[in-house]
């Protein structure tokens, strides 16, 4: 049985006839991707772009370091309304299969988020207003991603992503005679994204 299943599994065209000297990705790319990443109930729908750089360490594995930047508001009543602008340093391992017309692949990693969140006008009168609130932000985070993909003839991709990060808000507050205080509240800012790209092989040994 298990003869006959790996026999089929040969037979498909996700398995080239010889991976080692006919392998399907280039040693090392230049992957550059756009898109937009999904709403999560705090952030909205924004567009991603990101530049990534891929080698691959040995079959059927590559190592991939990437820097991204994303856009996107601040929906929900919970929290203050503004702009959120995120770049991310990511390291992921990626595992491939397939041919020189279509590969899949899937993997993870670990993503540190940069944030600078520009609250909206009526927002940053309120919080002055209310509970005199002088400066609002989001921090640094680091999370986590799971990636899958499909690349068209060495060339082309598409990728979907799921992303968790749990920053804080923080707020710093006004407490009079020239001292101020922090309040800290997480929130999340993770999101699912489709993204669209295309590779630049630099070696293909």
């Known amino acids: 049985m298990y003869s006959l299943l790996l026999t089929a599994w040969l037979c498909l065209p996700v398995a ?3 991976p080692i000297e006919e392998d399907t990705l280039a040693a090392i790319n230049l992957h550059f991707t756009a898109g937009i990443s999904g709403p999560n109930g705090v952030v909205s729908t924004g567009p991603e772009i990101s530049a990534k750089y ?23 009543k919970l929290y203050p309304q503004g702009g ?28 540190y988020a940069f944030n600078w969140f520009r609250p909206t006008t009526a927002t940053a009168d309120s919080l ?4 005199n609130v002088t ?3 989001v921090s640094e985070q680091i999370g986590y991603r799971i990636t899958l993909g499909l690349r068209y003839y060495r060339s082309y991709s598409l990728e979907v992503g799921i992303t968790e990060l749990r920053p804080d808000i923080v707020k710093q507050e006004d407490t009079g005679q020239a001292s101020f205080s922090k309040k800290y509240r997480q929130t999340k800012t993770g ?10 092989p630099l070696a293909t040994f």
Not at 57 to 75: D, F, N, Q, T
Not at 87 to 111: A, D, K, M, Q
Not at 191 to 200: A, D, E, N, W
């Open 128 to 131: 002055r207003a209310m509970e």
């Open 135 to 137: 400066d609002v932000n």
């Open 191 to 200: 999101s699912f994204r489709i993204t669209v790209g295309y590779l630049l």
């Open 54 to 76: 891929e080698m691959r360490v040995l079959h059927p594995l590559i190592l991939r370091g990437a820097v991204e930047y994303k856009y996107g508001k601040m929906s929900s």
């Open 84 to 111: 959120l602008h995120t770049s991310t340093l990511s390291l992921e391992t990626l595992y491939y299969r397939g041919t020189n017309h279509l590969t899949g692949y899937i993997g993870g990693g670990v993503v």
């Open 16 to 18: 080239p006839l010889n």
